[in-house]
């Protein structure tokens, strides 16, 4: 479920920006429940081949002035995993947890594919919404869910002031077969 719209709808998270890059170019990448489409837009800008899945027709309708941004719209908790089969080189996931989904989201993601994962977790109830605990990851849920099968780049977890206070997690991880490396990118700087 996404009960909580983000504050700067059009504001691109400093953690997919940071880690867009490693993202093969040109690739195809999944943006995950996209809302408005603010992280579709912005990886369509940089040259990636998106498909932007929500269950919000209004908000899909609003990209579709973007020829790189195929739309599909899905409910992704009750209806049918719209993307058996199909192998991603990104899928990015902001703002939203439905925990069935981790083991499709894996499934989804090619060899050498990178998925960056940012939403919020226990503690953001002081903040407002979301503020139900299953809408709130656990310490270390991310790590949990993903580490085991894919080779984090990055983890964080806690508390931020900006774009507004709450409490969150982020990950980056690589479907890397064997020993392969990536270079990772700069940290995250606040966008001039």
Excluded at 1 to 23: D, Y
Excluded at 27 to 55: I, Q, Y
Excluded at 57 to 72: F, M, Q, T
Aim: proline share 10%; net charge neutral; glycine share 12%.
């Amino acid at each position: 479920m996404n009960p909580a719209p983000h504050p700067h709808p059009h504001e691109v998270s400093l953690w997919v920006r940071r880690f867009a890059p490693l993202i093969a170019s040109g690739g195809a990448v999944l943006d995950l429940a996209c809302g408005n489409g603010r992280h579709a837009r912005f990886l369509e800008a940089g040259g990636w081949r998106v498909e932007a899945v929500d269950r919000d027709a209004g908000a899909l309708a609003a990209l579709a002035d973007r020829p790189g941004i195929a739309r599909r719209q899905a409910d992704l908790e009750g209806g049918t995993w719209p993307y058996g089969g199909v192998r991603f080189d990104g899928i990015v996931v902001t703002n939203y947890l439905h925990r069935p989904l981790f083991p499709l989201l894996i499934d989804a993601l090619a060899v050498g594919g990178i998925l960056i994962y940012e939403t919020f977790m226990l503690g953001n109830e002081r903040f407002g919404r979301p503020a139900n605990p299953d809408f709130l990851l656990r310490p270390g849920e991310l790590m949990e869910a993903f580490g085991g099968l894919l080779s984090v780049v990055a983890f964080e977890q806690g508390e931020i002031v900006a774009p507004k206070p709450a409490v969150v997690q982020r990950l980056c991880a690589a479907n890397l077969p064997g020993s392969l490396r990536i270079r990772l990118p700069e940290p995250c700087q606040p966008v001039p």
